[in-house]
C-alpha cells in the first residue's frame, strides 16, 4: 500500500456493488475495512469487517474511527425502515429527528443528511467514482451489437423522462419502445420495473425473438453523486432481455457497470447492445 494511502472504510448495504468496490478499492492497493450493515453480500468477510444495524450510528461512527478510516464511501441497497421500529444506540437516538425529517423531503434529502453526519464526524466522504473509478461507464458502444435509428430515438426520448422523474426525486430509470413510456422506476426499483415488463402485451413491446425498446437509466439532475448512482449488473441485463428490450444505454461517468466483461458477454449472447450516452449540457 502506498504511505498516502487513506484507509477506506465501505458503509455496505446489500447487493454486488459493495463487493465490486472493495475488490477494485484493494487491487489498487487501498486498505479497506468493511462496516456490514444488515443484508450485505458474505463475500465482503473476506475484508476485515464488522458488522451494525441501521440505527446504531454511535456504534458504527466508533467502529470506522477504531479501524482507522478516513474515507467512507456508501454503497449497496439500505431498504428505508419503520422508524418507530428501529433499533436506536444513543446517538443514533440524537441524529433520528434530523433524518426522519429529510426522508420526508425524498431520497436525495434523506443522502445528504447522512453523508452531513458522517462529515462532521471528520471523515471525507467519497464516491465509487473515486473511490473504484474502474467501475464507472465510460462513453461508447460496448459489445457486438448497435443501437438501430428507433433505438436512437427511444434513449432520446428517455433520457427526458428519466431527466423529468429525477427532477422530481422518483427514480433513475425507464423502459422505452418505438416512442412509447413502457415502464419508470420509483421505490420498486429496476429489477421490479423491469420484471414488470412481461406482463405487457406484446404489440407494446418486444420479445427475445423481435426485440425493440431501451432501459436507461441516468442519476437525477440535482443528485449527490458521491452515493446512490445508477448501476447495471448483470441480472439487469438478463431482466432486459425477458422484457423484450434491444438495449440498455447509461449515461458515461454518471452510471456504474458491474462485472463489465460478463456484462458485455451476457449482452452479445442474448443479442442486446449496451451503450454509455455523453451526458446532457446543464439546463439554463
Known sequence: MKADMAMLGI??????????????????????????????????SQFPHESSGIGELGKSLSLLK????????FAGRVM????????????????????????????????RAMLGIFEKEGFR????????????????IYGRHRPSAQAQADIAL???TVRALGALDIGQATAVADGLVLAVEAAEGTDAMLERLTNLPTNLRGTPQKRRGVLVKAPKPAQERRIDL?????????????????GVAVE?????????????????????????????????
Open 80 to 111: 428505508r425502515p419503520e422508524w418507530s421500529e428501529l433499533k436506536l444506540d444513543a446517538r443514533g437516538a440524537l441524529a433520528l429527528p434530523k433524518v426522519a425529517a429529510a426522508a420526508l423531503r425524498g431520497d436525495d434529502a434523506l443522502m
Open 66 to 73: 477504531k479501524h482507522g478510516c478516513e474515507e467512507v464511501t
Open 158 to 160: 428517455a433520457r427526458e
Open 125 to 140: 466522504v467519497v464516491g465509487t467514482a473515486e473511490a473504484a473509478p474502474d467501475l464507472v461507464a465510460p462513453a461508447g
Open 11 to 44: 458503509i455496505a448495504g446489500g447487493g454486488e456493488l459493495p463487493l465490486a468496490i472493495a475488490e477494485s478499492a484493494h487491487e489498487a492497493g487501498k486498505t479497506v475495512f468493511v462496516l456490514a450493515l444488515p443484508g450485505a453480500d458474505e463475500g465482503l
Open 230 to 246: 445508477p448501476v447495471i449488473g448483470l441480472k439487469t441485463i438478463e431482466l432486459a432481455s425477458a422484457g423484450g428490450l434491444a
Open 252 to 284: 458515461a461517468g454518471g452510471a456504474l457497470l458491474m462485472r463489465k466483461m460478463k456484462l458485455v458477454e451476457a449482452a452479445d449472447r442474448l443479442g442486446l447492445f449496451v451503450t454509455a450516452f455523453e451526458p446532457a449540457a446543464p439546463q439554463a
